[in-house]
């Protein structure tokens, strides 16, 4: 195998100036850096990450930790996060926590045992034994999806990168109101979750926009899993009054109301409309084809990555929240006509920010 000093020698420069070239720790002349790279190209040099790891003190690694097993939705932000962390050079290390906040201290200890330089976490609904480790060991962290509220006396210095969750869900309430709907349900993801707080905050603005009172019988937790919404479901449909249109608060809930409505024989939305938050691959091959809101799932992965690597360039730099926004993804589930001359969704941007920008707070 082919050493520095090999590559050196071959482009006539020192083994200082290579490492410097892998390194990126000085400059190096345009002709000098090309020379190097040439080399290296020609003698098949590959460097010894191990070693360098030594010198540096990192590892060009990052470690992440979402349930992506379980959930389709952390599986399109695990592909944001890898496309960031490759286009910089990063290897990744994964780890599903289960979205149990004792499994999800260990896997956090067992990723920073393994000296990647920094964290991506979507944190559990109990994230104070996960917060006490990171802040104990000083570790560079980014939290995605799900925020976190800083205790008190904790010195947060934590990133953290979601999609906007009250409006986009109040335009989904709004959208059935002006279909003529008056109880209007909610399946409500797992309490704790920043995200459920922020979904109920905007199903209840949606229905104090239409003029629609707030029912808490309207509102049933599906935990954030498909089981659990289906039980949630079934205790709506079974009210006195039962809901004429429902709002699903993620991807696997929508799966579990759709059993649930199935089980009763009901269809959408003929008996009951259904709008969800979360788009997915085969949101349009549903009859009716489900209208969604969709989250920049890739992106929020990819800002998370931007977010860390500028948390390590500068590690004191005071802390950030940035949202991205979402899109109003029209189809027939809510009881809409199919568009004429359309054979896909409708698609409104509900931010005038570019998704690749965000807010920022």
Request: hydrophobic share 40%; glycine share 8%; net charge negative.
């Amino acid at each position: 195998m082919a050493t520095m000093v090999d590559v050196a020698a071959h482009a006539g420069v020192s083994v200082a100036t290579v490492s410097h070239v892998l390194n990126d720790t000085r400059p190096v002349l345009p002709h000098t850096r090309q020379a190097v790279l040439d080399a290296i190209d020609v003698l098949g040099y590959t460097p010894n990450t191990l070693a360098r790891s030594l010198v540096t003190a990192r590892t060009r690694s990052i470690g992440l930790a979402v349930s992506a097993i379980s959930n389709p939705y952390f599986t399109e932000i695990l592909q944001g996060v890898e496309a960031g962390a490759l286009e910089h050079g990063y290897g990744l290390l994964l780890a599903d926590p289960h979205d149990d906040p004792q499994h999800e201290r260990k896997v956090v200890q067992l990723l920073h045992e393994r000296r990647v330089d920094g964290l991506i976490v979507a944190p559990s609904a109990d994230p104070d034994a996960l917060l006490r480790y990171l802040g104990q060991h000083n570790v560079p962290t980014v939290f995605l999806d799900r925020l976190v509220k800083a205790p008190a006396d904790h010195p947060f210095r934590f990133d953290q990168v979601c999609a906007e969750n009250a409006e986009p869900m109040a335009r989904l309430v709004g959208h059935l109101a002006e279909r003529g709907h008056r109880r209007i349900g909610l399946v409500a993801g797992l309490p704790g979750f920043s995200t459920t707080n922020e979904r109920i905050s905007g199903y209840r603005h949606g229905l104090a926009g239409a003029g629609l009172p707030y029912d808490e019988r309207l509102v049933a937790h599906g935990d954030s899993e498909a089981a659990a919404a289906e039980r949630a479901t079934d205790a709506l449909l079974s009210l006195a009054a039962p809901p004429t249109a429902l709002v699903t608060g993620n991807n696997a809930m929508t799966i579990g109301a759709l059993r649930a409505l199935r089980e009763r024989g009901l269809s959408v939305p003929d008996d009951l409309a259904l709008c969800c938050f979360d788009d997915f691959a085969w949101a349009d091959l549903f009859a009716p084809r489900l209208t969604a809101i969709s989250q920049p799932s890739k992106e929020i992965g990819a800002q998370a990555v931007r977010l860390l690597l500028e948390r390590l360039a500068s590690p004191d730099h005071p802390a950030r929240t940035v949202r991205l926004p979402c899109a109003f993804v029209h189809r027939t589930s809510c009881g809409c006509a199919e568009p004429p001359g359309t054979s896909g969704a409708s698609h409104t941007d509900l931010s005038q920010k570019s998704p690749a920008k965000g807010t920022l707070s």
